[in-house]
């Protein structure tokens, strides 16, 4: 294990220690700032011109990388946006060592958050963010700005402890994690290829590595049925009736996909990793009149190993059908794809990056870390898929994100930060400044 990392000087060591300790209330007052701003899809703006003005005063030198949809419709990752994205750009900044001792790195992060749901089933307001019994709350707050914070922390205690990694080390605070992804492929094509990619998304309760991560796809039906005044209410069709007909199809689908057979070995021990969420609805015009129009969304998951177009295939295939069940004319059930357009990956936990960050995580915690395949999906997909790049997920624990009352454990925060930090130190080298 101990080739993964470059042996570091004991006294370097206990200095980064000692100054991550000693930056735990300045960490916690900058995730609180963080969670203030409520940057769904959007309004990302206010959250990432902060990541801009931290990455300063932590002395980066921060750069805007924008999402150009026309450099990047054609790559195989890129999924169908959502939004314009003008004043929308990435945050990026790339330190460079005076000598290269180690191996380069990617601390990556995403700033957009999804929505809070119901503001009024939250313990505290969802942005005004809450510390309970060493756990902070808000939206986003795990997920995942607690990386995000921990990353910018771990280096900033190498930089407390007089050193710089000794090897080029790239940081992003990137958009659109939560719908496309579209953010962090903008960034990976404008930086150069680093030898790992590390992002720090929470694991699911406790501190996790990523080994594996289905892929999504996001579809919409716009169904139009036949309006009629409800008393000649046989003569039309209900667009809403329609639609929950068509959402309905999808949960033979989902059990379908995730039968033992289909199931890719990284999920034997899941026995549902494919979920399908009807997440959107909207339709109707009046009680009294047969509703004309009617539109879903649908979050439907891929099993790493089947490619995202398949899936999107089997889509349009379940719809089409459901649509000649219901008697819809033709073109009256429409899929649209719009946002997730992506495949699922394997993140071998035998790979250097994530044997370091185990290492790492077991000489804070004293305990191994856990490997975690999930029913979700993060930006590391693009790094692995499409630039050949090791790359992981290892973050805090967190409680019910995209839920109610979302959190994250302080000292798991903090043990994350010191292992980060430990992690950067060994992986790149260090260098004094
Ligand atoms: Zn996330």
């Not at 980064?16 to 703006?45: D, K, Q």
């Not at 329609?242 to 309905?248: E, V």
């Not at 996909?257 to 199931?263: G, L, Y």
Request: charged fraction near 20%; glycine fraction near 10%; charge should be negative.
């Amino acid at each position: 294990m101990k080739d993964d990392l470059i042996p570091l000087d004991p006294g370097a060591r206990s200095a980064i220690l000692a100054a991550a300790a000693s930056l735990e209330a300045e960490t916690e007052t900058m995730l609180a700032r963080l969670v203030r701003f409520p940057s769904t899809l959007g309004r990302e703006r206010g959250c990432l011109g902060a990541m801009e003005a931290i990455y300063r005063d932590l002395g980066h030198t921060p750069f805007r990388v924008p999402v150009d949809v026309k450099a990047l419709a054609d790559h195989r990752g890129f999924s169908p946006p959502l939004m314009d994205y003008a004043g929308r750009s990435p945050v990026a900044a790339v330190h460079r060592p005076r000598a290269t001792i180690g191996r380069s790195l990617m601390l990556q992060g995403h700033i957009d958050v999804v929505p809070e749901g119901a503001a009024e089933l939250w313990t505290s307001p969802p942005f005004q963010p809450e510390i309970r019994d060493g756990r902070m709350y808000g939206r986003g707050v795990a997920d995942m700005k607690a990386g995000v914070v921990a990353s910018l922390m771990a280096l900033e205690a190498l930089r407390r402890a007089g050193l710089q990694p000794a090897a080029e080390l790239q940081i992003a605070a990137v958009i659109e994690e939560e719908c496309t992804g579209n953010g962090a492929l903008a960034v990976m094509q404008a930086l150069g290829k680093p030898d790992a990619c590390l992002i720090p998304e929470p694991g699911p309760g406790y501190p996790a590595l990523y080994v594996a991560e289905v892929g999504v796809v996001w579809a919409w039906v716009n169904v139009i049925g036949r309006p009629a005044h409800v008393r000649e209410m046989h003569s039309g069709i209900n667009a809403i009736e329609a639609a929950m007909a068509i959402a309905g199809r999808f949960k033979s689908y989902e059990q379908e996909m995730n039968r033992a057979e289909h199931r890719h070995p990284s999920f034997a021990a899941d026995n549902h990793p494919i979920n399908i969420n009807l997440g959107r609805f909207e339709g109707g015009e009046w009680n009294s009149s047969v509703p004309n129009k009617a539109r879903i969304g649908l979050r439907v998951g891929v099993m790493p190993g089947r490619s995202c177009r398949d899936v999107a295939a089997d889509i349009q295939r379940i719809v089409a059908e459901a649509a000649a069940e219901l008697r819809l004319p033709e073109g009256n059930a429409r899929v649209e794809f719009q946002g997730f357009m992506a495949d699922g990956c394997t993140f071998p936990a035998d790979q250097p990056i994530s044997r370091a960050a185990s290492a790492c995580h077991s000489a804070v915690f004293g305990e191994p870390l856990r490997h975690y395949a999930a029913p979700a999906l993060t930006d590391a997909r693009f790094y692995r898929l499409y630039q050949g790049t090791q790359a992981t997920c290892y973050g805090p624990d967190s409680e019910n994100i995209h839920g109610i009352d979302e959190s994250v454990g302080l000292a798991s925060l903090h043990g994350v930060t010191k292992a980060l930090a430990l992690l950067v130190a060994g992986w790149c080298g260090v260098e004094a400044i």
